[in-house]
Nanobody, 121 residues
Framework: QVQLVESGGGLVQAGGSLRLSCAASGMIFSINVMGWHRQAPGKKQRELVAFITSGGNTNYADSVKGRFTISRDNAKNTVYLEMNSLKPEDTGAYYC??????????????WGQGTQVTVSS
């Protein structure tokens, strides 16, 4: 099995910064895409915030471009999300996910348990 553990959430004032981390562990053969999603209060669906491939290619939601930076350390199976110039609308539960090969032939997407980010105005 594979576990993803997030950390780094918290309460911050608008304009502030936070850095989220997500470490994957367990039976990992390789990891392709790693990403961050968020679920705003009162909303049922999670929205994609950013993702990064094993080769370092990145993609961001329009709402966070220029403010958030996703990165990863392949040796540590860890993905990061640097969040700057935070806005109240960035508030939500942030979840990381990873597209993991547990063997050369077996691949699944795993999710972390989430970490709360609250931005006060």
């Amino acid at each position: 099995q594979v576990q993803l553990v997030e950390s780094g959430g918290g309460l911050v004032q608008a304009g502030g910064s936070l850095r989220l981390s997500c470490a994957a562990s367990g039976m990992i053969f390789s990891i392709n895409v790693m990403g961050w999603h968020r679920q705003a209060p009162g909303k049922k669906q999670r929205e994609l915030v950013a993702f990064i491939t094993s080769g370092g290619n990145t993609n961001y939601a329009d709402s966070v471009k220029g403010r958030f930076t996703i990165s990863r350390d392949n040796a540590k199976n860890t993905v990061y999300l640097e969040m700057n110039s935070l806005k109240p609308e960035d508030t939500g539960a942030y979840y990381c996910n990873a597209d993991v090969k547990t063997t050369s032939r077996s691949q699944s997407v795993y999710w972390g348990q989430g970490t709360q980010v609250t931005v006060s105005s």
